[in-house]
């Protein structure tokens, strides 16, 4: 049932033990979005503070699942969520960026299971995680298509540590019902998608859930942009070989700059939601579209999430699709959909966050696993690329969305 009345969410689920908090990053604060350049496929921008997806790309690389840590021990993940029946077959899945995603097969059910990374080294993962939790059993209860959360049976958490070996340290994982579907490309989705989402996003805001700690998540700023002429310098001088586009964006990464502190803090507006909608957490199944990772839900201004989301699923680029989604929330009961450049500042200041944190990968500024620094390294050229694109579409947002 959809609740219209404000709501706080319930005290913080039982914490795992700090010592077992998985490796990362050093500390960012900050959250990252990315958009793949319209010739490619597009992205969506994530909004501040959320984790990093990627369309198209796997993530599944040899080198991924032999560091320290290893892949969770099928048997003991089964034991942790209460699961009935015997391992079948444990498979890496590709499309998980922040994490680890594995199909996990029982003689009595299919599981997706997660295996949490805290790749931006969060000090406080764990307790956004679980009002993450809680907002996701929200949703889940009010009927939006999603995969079924399951809980650990000892206090209804959604992590459980679990050992990757006998006598490895535990490592922190996560359990869904499997959903067989399809992750639809990083182009604009189809007409159908987009409605689905314009009415889902508005069901999810209507649920108008208020967070009890909004200092947990992170502040917009402009970090990024403010020491933009030190990382190009940086790329220079190690001699990477989109340094110059790395300087050339500048004009635009001061626009995004400028949105970001047009973009008034809210703070009385902001209610809960997904966060992280596009086309990589999509599933297209039999039955519909389906919404998956909810790990970095938060609260959020409605209006700049829809204005995310509408131009994310239309891939920067289709008008009309972007324009259904914005249409399709309001018939859902949606409220402000009256869009100005500056509500996208968060937007974009994601997709640069992400952008430095990819350049910081591929020149060794930040830590990271052969595999990320491989990955970063072909991401950082795409992320370039894409900008100017999703600067432009942010100056023009009032005639693009305008309905
Ligand atoms: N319950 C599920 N059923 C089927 N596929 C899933 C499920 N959960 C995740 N996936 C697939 O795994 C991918 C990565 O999962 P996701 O939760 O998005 O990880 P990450 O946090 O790393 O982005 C998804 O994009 C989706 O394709
Ligand atoms: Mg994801």
Known sequence: MIKTSPAQLPPACAMPPASAIPPGEPADSRSRSLLEPARTGSHRAPLFARVPKLV??????????????????AVSVLAAFGLAGRVVDLTPVSGAWSNRVYRLTTSRGVYAVKQMRNPWRLPRWQDWLDAAWRFEQRAFDAGIAMPAPVPNPLDGGCLAWVPPSPGSAPVPVRV??????????????????AIWAGRTLAMLHRLDIRSADRELYPAPNTDTADGWAELAAAARRMGAPWAADLAAVTPHVEQIAALSRQARDQPADETFSHGDI????????????????????????????????????????????ARDVIRAYRVAGGGDTV?????????????????????ERSIGLRTAEPDDVDL?????PQLIAALPGEVGAASRVREILAT
């Open 56 to 73: 198209g790309m796997t993530s599944t690389g040899a080198g991924s699942f032999d560091r320290p840590g290893g892949i969770p021990d």
């Open 176 to 193: 869904h019902h499997w959903v067989e579907g399809q992750a639809p490309s990083p182009q604009p989705v189809d007409r159908d998608v």
């Open 278 to 321: 596009d086309q990589k957490n999509l599933l297209l199944t039999p039955d519909g579209p389906m919404l998956c990772d909810w790990d970095v839900a938060m609260p959020m201004v409605p209006r700049r999430e829809l204005a995310d989301v509408s131009l994310s699923l239309a891939g920067w680029r289709d008008v009309e699709l």
């Open 339 to 359: 869009i100005e450049p500056p509500d996208l500042g968060p937007s974009l200041t994601s997709s640069l966050d992400w952008l430095a944190f990819n350049v």
């Open 376 to 380: 970063a390294r072909r991401l950082v």
